[in-house]
């Protein structure tokens, strides 16, 4: 069975930042590529940030690109998304995500139908 559990996120101001981590389980988690989307209020859910399984390939959002780092540590089975510069529009709940297929069976991370596998989702609040 996967699961994936996050961890971090909360309330900082604008300009500030915070680190978001999600560890899984239930598979190789090597094999497998990973991804962040956001949900905010009255808004559809959005695409953040996406890493292939070797970690050398990485996919943003023209909205966090710059600002939003996406990273892998395959030895602990987690991925992270480390988030910078934070604007109150960054607001959202934030999911850790990751396909049912090995990332030899090559997904669009940029397509949420992609994902299979969910985050119980982390509050990011952003104040102004």
């Known amino acids: 069975q996967v699961q994936l559990v996050q961890s971090g996120g909360g309330l900082v101001q604008a300009g500030g930042s915070l680190r978001l981590s999600c560890v899984a389980s239930?598979?190789?988690?090597?094999?497998?590529?990973m991804g962040w989307i956001r949900k905010a209020p009255g808004k559809e859910r959005e695409f953040v940030a996406a890493?292939?399984?070797?970690?050398?390939?990485?996919y943003y959002s023209d909205s966090v690109k710059g600002r939003f780092t996406i990273s892998r540590d395959n030895a602990k089975n987690t991925v992270y998304l480390q988030m910078d510069s934070l604007k109150p529009e960054d607001t959202a709940v934030y999911f850790c995500?990751?396909?049912?297929?090995?990332?030899?069976?090559?997904?669009?991370?940029?397509?949420?139908?992609?994902?299979?596998?969910w985050g119980q989702g982390t509050q990011v609040t952003v104040s102004s």
């Open positions: 890493i292939r399984r070797s970690g050398s390939i990485t």
């Open positions: 239930g598979r190789t988690f090597s094999e497998y590529a």
């Open positions: 995500a990751s396909p049912r297929l090995s990332d030899t069976y090559y997904r669009p991370l940029t397509d949420l139908a992609s994902y299979d596998y």
